[in-house]
């Protein structure tokens, strides 16, 4: 099983461009999760997706969109890139009443 | 949201114990995790505890929770190099889908 597995792993942008980072699982979760990681402040959720067809802003969704586009895969869309936005991306996902698996991340740098 | 909380720093010797705590707030019944981060790394998940026990053990690893001061702790044994990451506590009301993560605890392990 390779779990969660996330594309790309890092990416440089320049400001206003726009991308996909992309989240795949093979383990039939119903829940899936994005979140960024910056120093000193954990981790932050963006969007998650309870399960397929459904999907809620969590704490710092500004700025992005999500398609949960099947049930094992959730995308997260940046339309316009700000250098707030430079950070770490993880994807998440878990199964009813189990702990969350994580991808290994991918590192975006906007310039 | 909920909100957790844990120190940034810890340091200890190689062959000691290492204790790192974290406090949360408010929901009476929750899941409590232990994750760990390696650099460059996703989280992995090391243990997990619900709030109805007081008390968790797997090898090294022992959790303690604390219910009336809200209080986590997880007691690494023989703390060895390979130990040195960060470590998360997250929270996750049993009625909820959100998980609720620290800042994350720095580890350093000196030989």
């Known amino acids: 099983n390779a779990g969660v597995t996330q594309t790309p792993k890092f990416q440089v942008l320049k400001t206003g461009q726009s991308m996909t980072l992309q989240c795949a699982q093979d383990?039939?979760?119903?829940?899936m999760y994005w979140y960024r990681q910056d120093p000193g402040m954990g981790l932050r959720l963006i969007y998650y997706s309870a399960s397929e067809g459904t999907t809620d802003k969590g704490e710092v969704p500004n700025g992005y969109n999500v398609s949960r586009l099947n049930k094992r895969e959730f995308s997260l869309r940046l339309e316009s890139a700000a250098p707030s936005q430079t950070s770490v991306y993880f994807c998440?996902?878990?199964?009813?009443?189990?702990?969350?698996?994580f991808g290994d991340g991918t590192r975006l740098s906007i310039l | 949201g909920e909100d957790v909380e844990q120190s940034l720093f810890l340091s200890v010797r190689e062959g000691d114990s290492s204790v790192i705590n974290c406090t949360y707030t408010d929901s009476s019944s929750t899941y409590l995790y232990w994750y760990k981060q390696e650099p460059g790394a996703g989280l992995q998940l090391l243990t997990y505890?619900?709030?109805?026990?007081d008390m968790k053990q797997d090898q090294r690893l022992t959790v303690l929770l604390n219910k009336k001061d809200k209080h986590l702790s997880l007691r690494i044994a023989d703390t060895q190099t390979g130990d040195s990451a960060i470590y998360f506590c997250a929270e996750r009301p049993n009625t909820g889908n959100q998980f609720y993560f620290g800042t994350g605890t720095s580890l350093t392990v000196i030989p």
């Open positions: 998440a996902s878990r199964g009813w009443d189990q702990p969350q698996h």
């Open positions: 505890i619900f709030s109805n026990m």
């Open positions: 383990m039939n979760h119903n829940s």
